[in-house]
């Protein structure tokens, strides 16, 4: 072990902000030892501005609620952590643990439980990467490097700790995180590494579960390099065990997608790992609309189903929590407003809160070379620029374009352009589906009115009144069998 001093890895207190350096003073003046550790550390040395702020201490997690007293939570069952809010900040504070104990591995060697504490030297052996386990004691100005990890960072290189075969068996998702620290710090896989990680070893990612990989793939589309690792998920085989019914190769689509994605996060603007899912998953989600629609479904009905089958099939790999998958559904439904909006609804349209996601959707699409939009993405992202004259003047323009091309198509039943008048409002996009647990039924049931009972002259029907609890029809997914374009 080397101690080296902070200032010659380029760190000093004024980096840090006053959360992290609150937490590691409180522990210590506990007296508890405390470092800053991870990512936080690796990046502050690599001229990065970190994400976050990770402490570990010798307390445990019920001496640590101790220390912080209301301001800590103890989170976490297979890795038990204290959440310690500090200002309007949450400061992660692990305890140092040991090597697992072999009753709480499973049989292919994942590891279940991960509750043993231990010293420092032990705590440093369970970390993933070398770059990933220095230790920063800000107030000492030191930085224990157990492993010559600085010279890991210095020579670009991504080291897992110990036997590369075992690491990840131990936990598979640290093939996940191979990719995304060597996409985004653009550092080497060591060779060692490299041997290993074969398209066989990512089957053990099927172990994981589907909430697991779902947090992990937003670590992935949210990181700032969502370009670069996207190819490296195709060449090591993650693709397939993330996205199995995403076919593996980039379109132009996907690709300006994860640029875009790239570039707002690049300029501090917010992005929502959702609207990724729904470029992903829009190939599938067609070739599925298609299906029904070659079955006779009626076109509504058909987007309708085929959201909810392309999502249910995700949700077998990345569990897609609900909020998004309503997103997702509902971007989709906008294509269909956005292409061929009624004109009385242009406005109101415009103003939809899906809108802005709906239309970035369409204009990608569109820049990618999908005809289909039929210029409709330029055609609002002009609107939006317009005043409220020239968009009045545009909208009937468009309007009588509208009426032409539905007179050439039928002779016969000739439809006459109306004024545009008044706004209309706009139908939901997508029903929101049943809710999940018992708790979300009640309390969606309880903000809906309570249906009026015609027939008993009008008494209410209460929200838990029998007649009102459907039995939700359980669906089995290996039951969903996917059309010949799948
Ligand atoms: P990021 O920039 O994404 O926050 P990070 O390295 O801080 O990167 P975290 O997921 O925040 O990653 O984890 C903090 C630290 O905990 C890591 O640096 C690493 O030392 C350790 N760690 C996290 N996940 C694992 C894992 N699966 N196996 C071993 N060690 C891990
Ligand atoms: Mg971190």
Known sequence: MQTLRASKCGLSTAQLPSSILDVIDALTKAGYEAYIVGGGVRDLILGLNPKDFDAVTNATPAQVKEVFGRRCRIIGRRFELAHVYAGRELIEVATFRAPPKKAVTSASGMILRDNNWGTIEQDFVRRDF????????????????????????????????????????EDPVRMLRTLRFAAKLNFNIAPEILEIFT?????????????????????????????????????????????????????????????????????????????????????????????????????????AQAGLDVLKRQATRTIIPRFAETFIREVWEMQTRLLNP??????????????????????????????????????????????TDEKERAISQYNRQRAKSRRKATTEDVVEAKPVTAVTEIEPLVNEPEPRSRRERKSRAKSEKPVQNVASGGSEIGYDHPILKRKRVKRDLSQVIFGPTQ
Request: net charge neutral; hydrophobic share 40%; glycine share 6%.
């Open 342 to 387: 009624k004109p009385q609804q242009i406005q109101a349209l415009s103003t939809h809160a899906r809108f802005r996601a709906g239309f970035d959707f369409l204009l990608l699409r569109e820049k990618s070379g999908d005809d289909t939009t039929q210029g409709m993405g330029l055609w609002w992202d002009a609107y939006q620029q317009m005043s």
């Open 130 to 169: 070398s770059i990933n386990a220095m230790y920063y004691q800000p107030r000492k100005g030191i930085v224990l490097d157990f492993c010559h990890a600085i010279d890991d960072i210095k020579n670009k290189t991504l080291r897992l700790l110990g036997d590369p075969t075992l690491r990840f068996e």
């Open 199 to 303: 398209p066989e070893m990512t089957q053990l990612l099927r172990d994981i579960s589907p909430h697991r990989l779902y947090d992990e793939s937003q670590k992935l589309f949210t990181m700032g390099h969502l370009n670069r690792v996207l190819p490296m998920l195709i060449d090591f085989g993650i693709w397939r065990q993330l996205f199995a019914d995403i076919s593996p190769d980039i379109s132009t689509f996907i690709e300006r997608a994860a640029i875009n994605t790239d570039q707002r996060i690049q300029i501090g603007k917010t992005i929502n790992p959702a609207f990724f899912y729904a470029v992903l998953l829009w190939k599938p989600f067609l070739e599925r609309c298609d299906f029904y629609l070659g079955k006779g479904v009626v076109p509504a009905e058909a987007r």
